[in-house]
């Protein structure tokens, strides 16, 4: 049964309610509105590999820097690597291009970052920080993610190194702990999670506490500059911290490693609003990018039912109506994702949506793009779409062959986000590294025709 035939009262609610995006500026103007006065506007995506989505989180984002003042972009990306795009875009780092200061993000997928979309982003936040005379008031890049239990410990070990060697010495000690496992967190991880005797827990958290105890000496020694260094340290070192339990805690189950994985993104984010609050200049307004799965409020979807949250829920607990939460989605089109986890990423075809998915009733409105906001929206359409529905999620890894069972959940939309984006027919990102593989994309499931 098709989505319209499904329920075509509330299709033609949505219809009604649906904004047109042309590709023009204005597309975006209702946004802006609804964001208003708002802190934190959380930026989704439904695939770490959709073109339309990267674009538009670009686009929206600049709008909200350009008349909005926002003062931050926060992605779900490692810390370190993040924090090197950071130096590039305020002037401060070594990197010459946008394509050096993306070059850390070298781990697995690294088309999420290393991509064309973002490319272009980092090159354009460059110019526009620029423009702006004081270092205050440059726009930052940060990461918000723990999977950099490695790196974050040579980053500390850097910092320390160049403002107290004594301090370095006793971090190095304390992180050896680490070195039996080759920087193989999920190698540390089984261990320790088998072996008390194993785990570095207690190091991690004894540097953590040392790194804050001296922050006010080391921040005092060099101004602004100074400050940020000293918070881009101490955020590593809690990174060592929280990633030393995530990757432990992997081999409890998914719920354990999840909830500490968007715990640690809600604190890092509370820790950057609270930072960047303190210094001069204009009041802490961050955009933040990441996965639906991650923004949406898990409370408006059935994986709340197995007692997971997400930073969605926990900034709206936080922050009430100071954030905006958008969502995005596709009904089909291609994809960067790979087949199994680690794999060369592929250009994938995307299968048209299920038919009792908020995907295909939204194909079946025949935008085909569209801006609908939740938030303040009608009662007819509000209650319509707090019915649960499927909504699919489609992260680095694509599987077609399983995608019921591994690409969708249940969700009550207008409970989840506050406003949508449907991109009906989108296309893969462009990785900066294009392997054969993905150069060749796949044969559409219609071939020879085409149709």
């Known amino acids: 049964m098709s989505a319209m035939n499904a329920s075509p009262p509330l299709v ?30 959380l930026l989704g995506e439904a695939s770490h590999g959709t073109h339309e989505f990267y674009k538009a989180r670009c686009e929206i984002t600049k709008r909200l820097l350009q008349d909005k003042g926002f ?20 002037g401060v780092g070594s990197d010459q291009t946008a394509n050096e200061a993306l070059g850390e993000f070298q781990r697995f997928p690294t088309w999420m970052w290393r991509n064309a979309d973002v490319l272009d982003f980092v090159g354009w936040l460059r110019a526009y920080n620029d423009q702006l005379a004081r270092y ?25 190194d160049k403002v107290d060697p004594e301090a370095a010495s006793r971090a190095r000690y304390r992180y050896g702990c680490f070195e039996d496992f080759g920087e193989d967190s999920h190698e540390y991880g089984h261990a320790a999670s088998f072996d008390l005797s194993a785990s570095c827990e207690q190091e991690a958290i004894d540097q953590l506490i040392e790194l804050r105890r001296s922050a006010a000496d080391y921040a005092r020694r060099d101004g602004r500059v100074a400050e940020d260094e000293r918070f881009f340290a101490e955020q590593n070192a809690r990174v060592v911290k929280n990633a030393e339990e995530y990757y432990r805690s992997m081999f409890r189950g998914r719920v354990s490693s999840w909830n500490l994985r968007d715990q ?15 210094l001069p200049g204009r009041p802490a307004r ?16 059935e994986v709340s039912e197995h007692g997971e949250w997400n930073v969605g829920q926990l900034v709206r607990e ?42 295909a009733m939204f194909h079946a409105v025949a935008g085909p ?3 609908l906001r939740l938030r303040g929206g009608t009662e ?72």
């Open 12 to 41: 033609e609610t949505v219809r009604q309610a649906a904004q047109p995006l042309t590709g023009d500026r204005a597309d975006y103007d209702a946004l802006l509105e609804l964001v208003a006065d708002a802190r934190l506007v």
């Open 71 to 90: 003062t931050a972009v926060a992605v779900e990306a490692d810390w370190p690597a993040a924090h090197r795009v950071n130096c590039y875009v305020r």
């Open 136 to 160: 205050a008031d440059k726009v930052g890049f940060y990461g918000l993610d723990l999977y950099s239990l490695y790196g974050s410990i040579q980053a500390v070990l850097r910092y320390l």
């Open 264 to 278: 640690h993104m809600a604190t890092t984010l509370q820790a950057l609003m609270d930072h960047l609050s303190r």
């Open 286 to 301: 961050l955009v933040v990018w990441a996965h639906n799965s991650h923004l949406g409020d898990a409370r408006a979807t």
């Open 318 to 359: 936080r922050c009430g109506a100071e954030a905006v939460l958008v969502g995005f989605s596709t009904y089909s089109g291609t994809v960067t994702a790979a087949s199994n986890w680690d794999e060369p990423p592929r250009r994938r075809q995307v299968r048209p949506a299920l038919d009792e998915s908020y995907e």
């Open 369 to 371: 793009d569209f801006y």
């Open 380 to 451: 007819r359409l509000v209650l319509g779409l707090r019915q649960p529905r499927l909504e699919r999620a489609i992260g680095v890894v694509y599987r077609p062959e399983t995608e019921r069972l591994s690409h969708y959940f249940r969700a009550r939309l207008s409970d989840q986000f506050d406003a949508v984006l449907h991109f009906d027919q989108t296309r893969a990102v462009e990785p900066l590294e294009r392997m054969a593989g993905w150069n060749r994309g796949e044969v559409p499931e219609t071939y020879p025709t085409a149709v």
